[in-house]
């Protein structure tokens, strides 16, 4: 099993800034893939950012050049700084943690709230 536990959500001004932080515990496979999807009220989650063990990433078209993201493969954390924030990202953000094994699970966090007032 692999637990998760994120941390830095929060309210925040548009145009401000947080930084979502995320730890990786438990029995992980070397090959996965570590990152952050989003969820606001009424909608389907979706992709933010996602980034390999080797260093290659995708970002969503809405979060390209306003967020960055990065991991640390020896203590299995990935981070997410978020800048230049708009109300439209506000949601729930979860960490997500992809055992690329066949048939392997996909393991989430609990999520943490993240508010952009206008």
């Known amino acids: 099993q692999v637990q998760l536990v994120e941390s830095g959500g929060g309210l925040v001004q548009a145009g401000g800034s947080l930084k979502l932080s995320c730890a990786a515990s438990?029995?992980?496979?070397?090959?996965?893939?570590m990152g952050w999807y989003r969820q606001a009220p009424a909608k389907q989650r979706e992709l933010v950012a996602i980034m390999t063990r080797g260093g290659g990433i995708n970002y969503a078209d809405s979060v390209k050049g306003r967020f960055t993201i990065s991991r640390d493969n020896a203590k299995n954390t990935v981070d997410l700084q978020m800048n230049s924030l708009k109300p439209e990202d506000t949601a729930v953000y979860y960490c997500?943690?992809?055992?690329?094994?066949?048939?392997?699970?996909?393991?989430w966090g609990q999520g943490t709230q993240v508010t952009v007032s206008s």
């Open positions: 997500n943690l992809r055992d690329l094994r066949i048939g392997a699970p996909s393991y």
């Open positions: 438990g029995s992980i496979f070397s090959i996965n893939v």
